[in-house]
């Protein structure tokens, strides 16, 4: 770094007239010097010796060259970052704008689109039945009347209310002059109509109003069905909008009618035509975004502006310029604190960097006055004292060191290798091997130790520390007291002091550490619970002495019978406990084998005092991991195997079975899920075609619950629907299932029915009729294209309440079957008890068609349904050989994977269904 270009124009600026007084007068060739020039030069020299000193102090001083480099780059930096935090501040505001403008539109159309649901199932509903339809009744039962909507009101063709939810009992209320009856009723399509807020005559409340227009039966207007929507329900979105002070929330609808505001002072423009750039902005199409600037009654606005492709509505999202940047404003103050005290902290580092020179002949000082305490502290520690360095070399050691391990001072001297060092001594047989274990576990972790034991029965125990350099200090203690004593207390803390055996304590212990192995190595091992049987008996009749004497003979016998690898326990007073040796093979036949022999063990006769005493044992056996992978289950598995083999006569084993119990489990967890997913809606509706087997036509598609779960994957219907008949959610996923096969229904060709299978719970606890009458209305499906087919258990209980309901069912006009026909107990008596329109051929019958006792049932069930005028149909085509003799036997009608396995509404074909000679079901 050189200084010697900057003098010339730095004397030159600092002192005018500086470079002639150097080069001299030209005319006299420099030999003529005036005063001034003199007095000049003077002045030169001072500033130039000042510089010049200045920067040889830069050049020996580090810190200052890195506080002349980091002060400009900090203000620099903070000019950056306070202008990136307010490009970033508008970005985010732009973004945020947007994100609740969407969910603004979002949240206001599912509310106007549910209310809109609403009232085209109401003038649904009106159209069947003008005469006796009570708003009212339908509001209660459908629910439709809540949540959002304040009220639902019908006003007739004469402009007078005819019926309202909100219970008005005045005189006649006439809302003939009210725009949303006026505009609705003027409009010439059918469509919903949005009117401006007003104070509602019957619910005094201020509400959106939602008008369609309500048809009689010969499809002729007959007034105005309409929803209000309150105010606050549209604005209850700001409270989580998040906007900050000075935001704002807008609803407009087409005509620029303010419908709901906040943030502003809604009582000025609600319900007025508030025209503003909003519609300039967004012209023909659904978003845009600008400043709303120079505002005479408020600040600056960011403003988001969305149109509904939907309804006739205009979302406004406004967020204030000083809440835009207040975040920015705030972090500008924080950093330019920050750099004022960067830049006063490295000022005041350069000032008092003077004193690092006297801290540092300080502290030379003090580590003198260090190293002659460590020496005193070497020669006065109790415990022995060696550091080795990276390269295995001794650098420091003390006397105790030397004598703990017999070492000769005079061969011991700094910088000796540590193989070297402990070459003859007798402790450590393999040097080598020892170290690379040392250096391995110091760097894995800075601290470590280890016990050696030498051979005259000495323990010595060695802290070791990682040094920075890959060396190590250690301090070695002779612990062969301590240790004998330690190992006392072990004894009493971990043995029963009767027997020898491991206490509860160890043994649980013990099963840890298998639980460790086994799963390192996945080798499996097995738990024995032993209770002796009869032991109080002997106990209570011979006294503790004998029952001792008792329990240590059985002891011994549990220990014969048993291996090293094994662990016996006492864990109980009469209850002992064995580990079976992890990783043995055919563990549970080994296990089965070592019950086996301690049972008849335990059970020979056994002499106490001179009285021969017999007692026997129960055993439970849980076998790791697949009866358990903690120890509490481990040993509830096994007791309750153990209680098992007490409830089977005693002097016996069990095995733990978690077979009951795992299903039960399965169940629970599973209907829980189910649960979850009907209250989610996530249970799709497949549907498989009925195909006429003449021209192989589409006649009918079944509808089939299918669940695709989330983690699971695929669970077939047969697992699920029994679940959901057991645990109570039949009637609501029958009901899901119904709504939406009404649903995709009006997607399907005219000719095409939908078939929906019903349960027998279905019948009971619940409105039926009403429920299928409430789909048919809400799809706007034609009564004679809904099929409901039923099974021989709906007349298994409560048959005349089921068959008025049937009768009811019918009365609606859809079509009902009998499914599975043919392997009930009574078919052909439910054909006659009521008049069914089609009945299903079971696929067991189909499966066996090649038979010829087969094909005279089915001739005989043709002949049936010919004489009751029945429409029949075979399930379970699977072979095209099978579809051939069901036409010969006339009957007109198959359904199976030879045409078709279920599939999505969208995957299905309404053509070409014909069975080709030789094909073959796919699952």
Request: proline letters at 4%; charged letters at 25%.
């Amino acid at each position: 770094m050189g200084y010697e270009p900057v003098r010339a124009p730095l004397s030159a600026a600092l002192v005018p007239g500086a470079i002639e007084a150097e080069t001299g007068d030209a005319t006299t060739g420099g030999e003529r010097s005036s005063a001034p020039a003199a007095e000049a030069r003077a002045h030169f020299v001072i500033p130039a010796r000042s510089v010049r000193k200045a920067g040889r102090t830069i050049l020996r001083n580090a810190p200052l060259q890195i506080a002349l480099f980091f002060l400009p780059l900090i203000w620099i930096g903070y000019f950056a970052i306070t202008s990136s935090e307010r490009t970033d501040a508008v970005e985010q505001a732009r973004s945020h704008g947007n994100s609740v403008a969407e969910l603004f539109e979002e949240n206001t159309e599912r509310i106007f689109e549910r209310v809109d649901q609403s009232l085209l199932v109401v003038r649904a509903l009106y159209a069947q039945d003008p005469m006796t339809f009570s708003l009212k009744f339908w509001s209660d039962k459908a629910r439709i009347a809540t949540g959002d909507v304040v009220q639902f009101a019908l006003i007739g063709l004469d402009g007078y209310m005819i019926e309202t939810t909100a219970g008005y009992s005045g005189p006649p209320l006439y809302l003939g002059d009210r725009e949303h009856f006026i505009r609705t009723m003027s409009q010439s399509e059918d469509r919903l109509y949005v009117g401006k807020p007003v104070l509602g005559r019957a619910s005094n409340k201020w509400t959106i109003q939602l008008a369609r227009r309500i048809f009689d039966l010969a499809r002729n207007p007959a007034g105005v069905v309409v929803g209000s929507v309150s105010i606050e329900v549209v604005g209850r979105f700001y409270d989580t909008a998040k906007l900050g002070a000075g935001g704002t929330l807008v609803l407009r609808n087409a005509d620029q009618v303010v419908l709901a505001a906040r943030g502003i002072d809604a009582g000025s423009v609600l319900g007025q035509r508030s025209p503003n750039r909003v519609g300039g902005e967004l012209g023909d199409g659904f978003y845009a975004q600008y400043w709303n600037e120079n505002h005479p009654s408020r600040p600056d606005r960011l403003v988001t502006a969305r149109r509904s492709r939907l309804f006739p509505l205009i979302f406004t999202v406004g967020i204030s310029e000083r809440e835009i940047y207040s975040r920015a404003d705030a972090r500008q103050k924080v950093y330019l604190g920050g750099a004022l005290l960067l830049t006063f902290i490295i000022l005041t580092a350069m000032l008092f960097y003077w004193r690092r020179q006297l801290a540092l002949d300080r502290a030379q000082r003090e580590l003198r006055e260090f190293a002659s305490k460590f020496e005193d502290a070497l020669r006065n520690l109790p415990q022995g004292l060696s550091m080795f360095d990276g390269r295995d070399r001794l650098i420091a050691f003390n006397r105790q060191w030397i004598e703990l391990y017999g070492l000769a001072p005079e061969e011991i001297r700094i910088g000796m290798d540590f193989r070297e060092v402990f070459a003859r001594q007798t402790a450590v047989l393999d040097v080598e091997a020892y170290l690379a274990d040392l250096k391995q576990r110091l760097t894995q972790s800075e601290h470590t130790s280890n016990t050696v034991q030498f051979p005259d029965g000495r323990v010595v125990y060695i802290s070791y520390g990682r040094r920075e350099d890959g060396g190590w200090v250690a301090t070695h203690e002779d612990i062969t007291e301590r240790k004998a004593s330690e190992d006392r207390i072990e004894r009493l803390a971990h043995y029963d002091s009767l027997t020898g055996l491991c206490n509860r304590n160890l043994f649980k212990e013990r099963i840890d550490q298998a639980l460790a192995k086994s799963g390192a190595s996945e080798a499996p091992f097995a738990v024995l619970l032993l209770d002796l049987d009869k032991f109080k008996s002997v106990n209570d009749a011979l006294g503790h002495q004998c029952g001792d004497a008792l329990l240590k003979q059985v002891a011994d016998r549990i220990k014969a019978q048993i291996c090293d690898t094994d662990t016996a326990a006492r864990i109980g007073g009469d209850e002992f406990a064995v580990i079976f040796a992890p990783g043995r093979p055919a563990m549970q036949d080994g296990a089965a084998s070592l019950a086996a022999r301690l049972v008849k063990a335990i059970a020979e006769p056994c002499h106490i005092d001179g009285h021969p005493v017999v007692i026997g044992c129960s055993i439970g056996l849980a076998l790791v991991p697949e009866h358990g992978t903690r120890v509490d289950e481990i040993l509830r598995n096994a007791d309750l195997a153990l209680y098992s083999s007490k409830n089977a006569g005693r002097n016996c084993f069990q095995v733990y079975s978690a077979e009951l119990k795992a299903e039960a489990d399965q169940r629970n967890v599973l209907e829980i899920e189910l649960r979850e997913a009907i209250w989610r809606e996530e249970i799709e509706v497949f549907y498989q075609p009925v195909i006429e087997l003449g021209t192989g036509r589409v006649k009918s598609v079944e509808a089939l619950a299918r669940w695709q779960h989330a983690t699971r994957g695929f669970i077939p219907p047969a697992e699920f629907i029994a679940v959901a008949e057991a645990g109570g959610l039949i009637v609501e996923l029958g009901n899901q299932v119904l709504s939406k096969a009404c649903r995709d229904a009006m997607t399907m060709p005219v000719d095409v029915r939908v078939a929906v299978n019903l349960s027998a719970l279905q019948f009971a606890g619940t409105d039926l009729v009403d429920t299928v009458r409430f789909a048919l209305a809400q799809s706007g499906l034609a009564q004679s294209r809904l099929e409901l087919e039923i099974t021989e258990s709906v007349f298994l209980a409560d048959t005349q309440e089921n068959l008025r309901t049937l009768q009811r069912l019918k009365a609606l006009g859809v079509s009902i079957a009998l499914d599975d026909f043919g392997v009930g107990y009574s078919s052909l008596s439910y054909l006659t008890a009521f008049p069914f329109d089609k009945v299903k051929i079971d696929k067991s019958f189909i499966d066996r068609i090649d038979r010829s006792e087969t094909v005279a049932v089915l001739k005989s069930i043709v002949q049936l349904a010919k004489t009751l005028k029945l429409s029949i149909v075979a399930e379970g085509v699977e072979a095209s050989e099978q579809a051939a003799r069901l036409r010969a036997l006339g009957i007109p009608l198959g359904q199976g994977f030879l045409f078709s396995k279920p599939v999505p509404l969208a995957d299905l074909s309404w053509q070409g269904h014909a069975p080709q000679r030789g094909r073959q079901a796919v699952a």
